[in-house]
Nanobody
Framework: QVHVLESGPGLVKPSQTLSLTCTVSGGSVATRGFYWMWVRQPPGKGLQFIAY???????GYSPSLESHTSISRDTSKNQITLQLTSVTPEDTAVYYCVRGGYDVWGQGTQVTVSS
């Protein structure tokens, strides 16, 4: 059974870079036919897609976030990393690592952007 665990700093100051890590167990991040995503849920709002990375390591981004977002993977550690640069309070949300198809979710990690 595939499990996912997100980790992050919890609190980030405005204009800093946010880095989140998704560690996958019970399966490989490079398994053919699967891709992995980061989504987030701001307080009081719905889920928002951020980025994905497919089994070939090719990324894709939400157009509204692409300019300050980067997704990558480390197959040796079975991890997927998300970076958001120049964060603002509007980036405050619970961030989730999700397998394509929405069949595997992490428990989410809270990120608060505040000075």
């Amino acid at each position: 059974q595939v499990h996912v665990l997100e980790s992050g700093p919890g609190l980030v100051k405005p204009s800093q870079t946010l880095s989140l890590t998704c560690t996958v167990s019970g399966g490989s991040v490079a398994t053919r036919g699967f891709y992995w995503m980061w989504v987030r849920q701001p307080p009081g709002k719905g889920l928002q897609f951020i980025a994905y990375i497919n089994s070939y390591g090719v990324p894709g981004y939400s157009p509204s976030l692409e300019s300050h977002t980067s997704i990558s993977r480390d197959t040796s550690k079975n991890q997927i990393t998300l970076q958001l640069t120049s964060v603002t309070p509007e980036d405050t949300a619970v961030y989730y690592c999700v397998r394509g198809g929405y069949d595997v979710w992490g428990q989410g990690t809270q990120v608060t952007v505040s000075s």
